[in-house]
Nanobody, 125 residues
C-alpha cells in the first residue's frame, strides 16, 4: 500500500506563498487520485484540492479557487500544492490523501484510503 509524507509547511505571512509537497512510496502512485485536505483546530477535515491519476482533471474548494494550484509529477511520485496565502483562515494542518477507487478526482474525505501525517501551515497577519 502507498505511504505518503508531506513537507513544506511553516509560518507564512498573509500575502506570501508556500508550496507543499507530498511524496509517495510503495505502490504505483499513478494509479491513485491524489488530494489535499486541511484541518483547522476544532474543525473537521475539509477538502482543498484534488487531481486525477494522470493529472488532467483538478478540482478545488471554493475557498481556495484562484489562489491554490495542485499538480503532480508521477515520475517523482509527488503531488504539490502551490499556495498563495491571503487569509488567516488558511492556517491548518494540511494532509495529503490517495484514493485507489474508480472515481475521478473525488472531493469527499471518505473517498481517500491513505493519508500522510500532515504538515502545519500557520498564517500570520
Amino acid at each position: 500500500q502507498v505511504q505518503l509524507v508531506e513537507s513544506g509547511g511553516g509560518l507564512v505571512q498573509a500575502g506570501g506563498s508556500l508550496r507543499l509537497t507530498c511524496t509517495a512510496s510503495r505502490g504505483n502512485f499513478q494509479s491513485y487520485n491524489a488530494a489535499w485536505f486541511r484541518q483547522a483546530p476544532g474543525k473537521e477535515r475539509e477538502f482543498v484540492a484534488t487531481i486525477s491519476r494522470a493529472g488532467t482533471i483538478t478540482r478545488y474548494a471554493d475557498s481556495v479557487k484562484g489562489r491554490f494550484t495542485i499538480s503532480r509529477d508521477n515520475a517523482k511520485n509527488t503531488v504539490y500544492l502551490q499556495m498563495n496565502i491571503s487569509r488567516l483562515e488558511d492556517t491548518a494542518v494540511y494532509y495529503c490523501g490517495a484514493d485507489a477507487g474508480t472515481s475521478v478526482a473525488p472531493t469527499h474525505v471518505m473517498a481517500y484510503d491513505y493519508w500522510g501525517q500532515g504538515t502545519r501551515v500557520t498564517v500570520s497577519s
